[in-house]
Every structure is written in C-alpha cells, then in structure tokens.
C-alpha cells in the first residue's frame, strides 16, 4: 500500500531541507512543494493566520513510521501537521517506482 | 477519525471568511488557503475556466454534517465542491490536537 | 464511489491541455490546476528539482481506467504521476454532479 504525507513548513528553507532529508534517506519517492499558502487555525482563544508551505510526500505505507520521525527531526515545530492518506488505486508503472523504495 | 475537507472558493475574500468562519465556530482545528489556481468544467456544453482558491480543512469525521452546513451558509454557490479523505495515519500529537475540537 | 486522482505537469501548456482533454472527454467533471511548485526526487543517485504543476481532478471511480489512458495519451512522460484518492464523503448534490457523468 502507498500513502501521502502531508506536512506543512512555516518557510521555504524548512521545506526545501525536509522534502530533500526525505528524498535523500530514501523514505520517500518524491515530494511536490506547494507554492506558500495561507493556514488558518485557533491558538489560546484567537484565530491565527500564518504563511505555510504544504508538501505532499509520495511514499510506502511501511516507511510512515520512519518517516515521520525524519521530519520531526528536521520540523522546527513541536506538533507538526504531519497526516496520510491511502493511495487506493494509480498506475501501475508509477506505484511500482515508488515502492522501489527498499 | 479525522478527515480532510476540501472547498473551492471563487474568490480571497469568500476563503478568508469560510476559513474563518469554521476555525472560530469549532468546526475545523486548521484551515489551509492554497494559492488562487485554475479550476476546468464543461457547463451547459462549453469547457469552462475559472479562477478557484482551494481549501484543504482538517477536523473530525462526526464534525462533517455541521462543517458542511457552515460552508453552504457562506459559500455563493448553490453546489460547491464539499468533499471529504478520511485521514489513514498522522502523528499522534497533532490528531489529538483535531480531536480536541468538543 | 467517486475519487480524487492526482497527476503532474511539467508545465501549463501541458496542464491545460490534459484538463481540457479529461474534462471534453467526459472522464472529470472537475480538474483543479494548482499554481506551479516544486517536485523533488531521486534520479540517478541524485536529488533533483523540478517546476511541476499539480492536477486535482474529480471523477468517478469507474472511470478511472479510460482516465488514466487520456493522461497518458497527453503526457510527455513515459511514467507520470497519477495516483487516486477515495472521496469518503461530500455534498450530496455536489457528488450527484460528479456522478452526471456516463
């Protein structure tokens, strides 16, 4: 089974040096850098807003757990967003390229 | 369970307030506000181009009917897109931080 | 059942082409065209980068087979990505919309 990550980054350089970690330990396939957006979320009683970067990882649904660790290693964050999502169907070439992951 | 909720909104003004309006009324733990793309459909036989902001809403699954109520009443369109991804695996900190939307 | 299938472009014109094709064909009732990000993977022992723009495209499940057939026809890749998302729940009207298609 294959699964997307998502996890949110407060700046590009965060973004740039988890989605690269990602790749390079190879617990993951690939990673698409969204352009910064906008998150909306509650804080001790205030809506807040701040400038994030939401990346959408590729990978095996085996390597979650490793994964996970990697980006709160890299996270600056104590609590990141980090969720996965099962891929539930794709083509076959390309499900077969990620899962070429050892 | 948690679930991704996703909305388009035909223009920064009509994110902003659904965005919002969900984090305040509790409805959603976090909102995130893509960049302005680009969404393609046929209407009445013509392929049709408009400019769309995503939001991708994450809350609880027994949290769906009243969060989809709350975007109808802000939302312009009659039938906007309301869906719903059930959330497979995430990092245990942050799930319990969607769940504890009472 | 109705799916979110995820597929990349290297750039707009191919972008813009495979949604109106998928959308003309009648395979998506909906494709969302994220503004262009980034895409990092391995190749070759190396890490690279490339300007990709994501596609959010709506159908059924049904359709996917004859969907990923016309994202092929289109793409300069030998192995895009094109992977798909159940949709668990949504506006009922907005999911009877997507069904509208044979």
Redesign the interface.
């Known amino acids: 089974m294959?699964?997307?990550v998502?996890t949110?980054c407060p700046n590009e350089e965060v973004a740039r040096t988890i989605?690269?970690k990602v790749?390079?330990e190879?617990l993951a396939?690939?990673?698409?850098?969204?352009?910064?957006?906008?998150?909306?979320?509650?804080w001790e009683g205030r809506?807040e807003e701040d400038s994030?970067i939401?990346l959408?990882i590729?990978t095996k649904?085996k390597l979650?757990e490793p994964l996970?660790a990697a980006i709160?290693e890299a996270h600056p964050y104590?609590?990141?967003?980090?969720?996965?999502?099962?891929?539930?169907?794709?083509?076959a070439?390309?499900?077969r390229?990620i899962d070429h992951l050892d």
């Open positions: 294959n699964i997307i998502y949110t989605s690269h790749v390079t190879r396939a690939c990673v698409h850098r969204h352009q910064a957006g906008t998150s909306v979320y509650e809506v994030e939401l959408m590729k649904e979650y996970e709160l104590d609590v990141p967003e980090i969720i996965a999502v099962s891929i539930d169907n794709g083509l070439a390309y499900l390229w």
